[in-house]
């Protein structure tokens, strides 16, 4: 599966962006989707995850009740809603999508910059 990020961009702290991540090549609803980030200097982490039919969710510490992860499966998309952005969410973000017989894609990532 090929995915392809967008949406970010540099903002305010406080401020909201939305990433879309669109999947093409293969059958959407078989991958279980998420956003990582990487931040300079540090590990990528996980930030969100969702199910195949988008039922459940997970969020890391430091982004629950900010961020929203959803899918449209008909649109082949993953999204993440970041709402009251920090400095410290400053990072190149990832999708990936993930399926247990077929393996893990990922996509080339979206620079988000957030200045105090």
């Known amino acids: 599966v090929q995915l392809q990020a967008s949406g970010g961009g540099s903002v305010q702290a406080g401020d909201s962006l939305r990433l879309s991540c669109v999947a093409s090549?293969?059958?959407?609803?078989?991958?279980?989707t998420g956003w990582f980030r990487q931040a300079p200097g540090k590990e990528r982490e996980m930030v969100a995850a969702?199910?195949?039919?988008?039922?459940?969710?997970w969020y890391t510490d430091s982004v629950k009740g900010r961020f929203t992860i959803s899918r449209d499966n008909a649109a082949n998309t993953v999204y993440l809603q970041m709402n009251f952005l920090k400095p410290e969410d400053t990072a190149v973000y990832y999708c990936?999508?993930?399926?247990?017989?077929?393996?893990?894609?990922w996509g080339k990532g979206t620079l988000v910059t957030v200045s105090s």
């Open positions: 990936n999508a993930d399926n247990v017989f077929t393996g893990s894609y």
């Open positions: 969702i199910s195949r039919n988008g039922v459940t969710t």
């Open positions: 090549g293969r059958t959407f609803s078989d991958f279980s």
